[in-house]
């Protein structure tokens, strides 16, 4: 079956950059749209980011735009998230998800396949 797993969390200062990956199995990964979600605490899951099947599209969440940007590399069957210019309110745990679908959804309740999620945290 589908699994995801995230890694490249950790402690940074504000103003830092951080990149985080995720590695994708079981399934063709080429025909997942994958997303970013994260959880701050006392917070419902909020969308960061998401790409198309081969790259071509990419949508960001407001709070990340023009900061971070996502990608994915179809051989290896990963995708990234560089985040730059980083905030203490980007600390949360950041989930990467992968749904069946061709359309670029910010709902997680269409991203059938979720990591364990990896810990962000920006000190001031």
């Known amino acids: 079956q589908v699994q995801v797993l995230e890694s490249g969390g950790g402690l940074v200062q504000a103003g830092d950059s951080l990149r985080l990956s995720c590695e994708f199995s079981g399934g063709t990964f080429s025909s997942y749209v994958m997303a970013w979600f994260r959880q701050a605490p006392g917070k419902g899951r909020e969308f960061v980011s998401n790409i198309g099947w081969y790259g071509e599209k990419t949508s960001y969440g407001d709070s990340v735009k023009g900061r971070f940007t996502i990608s994915r590399d179809n051989t290896k069957n990963t995708v990234s998230l560089q985040m730059n210019s980083l905030k203490p309110e980007d600390t949360a745990v950041y989930y990467c998800?992968?749904?069946?679908?061709?359309?670029?959804?910010?709902?997680?309740?269409?991203?059938?396949?979720w990591g364990r999620g990896t810990q962000v945290t920006v000190s001031s």
């Open positions: 998800a992968a749904s069946g679908t061709n359309q670029l959804l910010t709902q997680p309740a269409v991203y059938l396949h």
